[in-house]
């Protein structure tokens, strides 16, 4: 399997569980228990999004790449902080929106790169999935059902 492949899917196991333990804990931060829920379901998406990453074989995978499109591939190392270093709510926001736009693009990108039916299924599922948390939290962003952040 071509490295970078390999990496891309490597940050990406890393950045699903990353964002399943951010978004538990920016549900801390609502003031409103359904607000808080979505944050919490959220999160339990992330972690199915990690174990599916986990679940494909990545032999399975190398031998149905397509070369040309992986080179195509941007590894982008996303800059995951520590969430304690995160000022505000407005703040946790808006990295993770743009966390999320990334993370559609990557996977729309994956299932471009394989000529795997399923596996470009899944990428295409996960990219949809992560279009619909960007949605979600940019309506959250804009809500003020928010409390202050002290860590």
Known sequence: ??????????????????FHEFYKRLALFAKDK?????????SEQEKL????????????????IIPEKVDELAIEEASLAPIEDFKSVNDMLVFAIKQEILARTAYMQLAKATTDAKVGLLFTKLANEEKTH??????????????EVSW
């Open 1 to 18: 399997m071509s490295e970078i492949f390999k990496q891309i899917l490597e940050n990406a196991i890393r950045d699903e569980a990353y």
């Open 34 to 42: 359904k607000v808080s829920q979505e944050l919490l379901k959220l």
């Open 49 to 64: 999004h990690k174990e599916k990453l986990e679940s494909l074989s990545f032999e399975k995978i190398g031998e149905n």
């Open 134 to 147: 960007e949605l979600i939290l940019t309506g959250k962003l804009a809500s003020a059902a928010w409390g």
